[in-house]
């Protein structure tokens, strides 16, 4: 068997361009899915079983559906629709990078909230009771106290969320978008070289994978040095 990497190598541009759009899907997908999974871990440790239900319910569904599915909901299924195709949204909807940046932030969302929701309710007494003593609202506690505690707390099971997504990002290839799968794809197409297309792509995952690990480590032991065990 003889590999043939020229290719691979006068291609390099296309994967190059592949990285990029994997970020940048990443990237939005992350902020904006954060930015949902928030107030949905607030909901998820209400004690209003109605607003608990609704957070549960949201969460549950997403979870427990494959992300392909999500993602041709949005993307082919919506657009089914006339009125959907008529309206405002549609410039929004007929776009592979927002439809796909869409269905991942709704997925992440869901992992997310459920992971900053067993933060918070893993919260140590103390510091409740800290925040209190100082004559703080629940508001207060909750915005200077109770979320970035959470929040550092959770950066180890949120990194794999993180990675995770990263590995998800590779379904955007199905709705056209040109990231890393997708150049594979197309130098595959182009020269039928599937074990050199793909084994580069796979290096790139790693490559990438490698540095958010790295970083995730770096912030652990940035925010969360205190919990690590005392020297004597």
């Given at each position: ?15 190059l ?23 949905l ?19 549950y569904?997403?979870?427990?559906t ?11 299924g ?16 007929s ?79 199905i ?58």
């Open positions: 068997m003889i590999f043939d990497y020229n290719v691979v190598w006068e291609n390099l541009p296309l994967y361009s592949g990285v990029a759009v994997t970020l940048k899907l990443l990237a939005l997908s992350l902020f904006f899915g954060l930015l949902a999974a928030l107030p871990a607030l909901m998820r440790v209400s004690k209003v079983a109605w607003v608990n239900g609704l957070a549960w319910t949201y969460t569904v997403i979870r427990g494959p992300m392909l599915v999500q993602l041709f909901l949005i993307y082919y919506l657009a089914q629709f006339e009125a959907v195709r008529e309206s405002f949204l549609w410039p929004w909807l776009s592979a990078t927002f439809c796909a940046c869409l269905a991942f932030a709704i997925n992440t969302s869901a992992y997310t909230a459920e992971i900053i929701a067993g933060s918070l309710k893993s919260t140590p007494a103390g510091e409740i009771e800290a925040a209190r003593a100082m004559g703080m609202s629940k508001a207060k506690m909750y915005r200077r106290i109770l979320l970035p505690s959470a929040l550092r707390r959770a950066l180890p099971q949120y990194s794999n969320e993180v990675i995770m997504m990263l590995q998800t990002t590779s379904l955007a290839s709705v056209t978008l040109m990231d890393i799968t997708g150049a594979a794809r197309d130098i595959n197409a182009r020269f039928y070289l599937p074990f050199e297309a793909y084994i580069t792509a796979g290096v790139f995952y790693l490559t990438l994978t490698f540095i958010l690990v790295k970083l995730f480590k770096l912030a652990e032991r940035r925010w969360l040095g205190y919990l690590a065990p005392r020297k004597h």
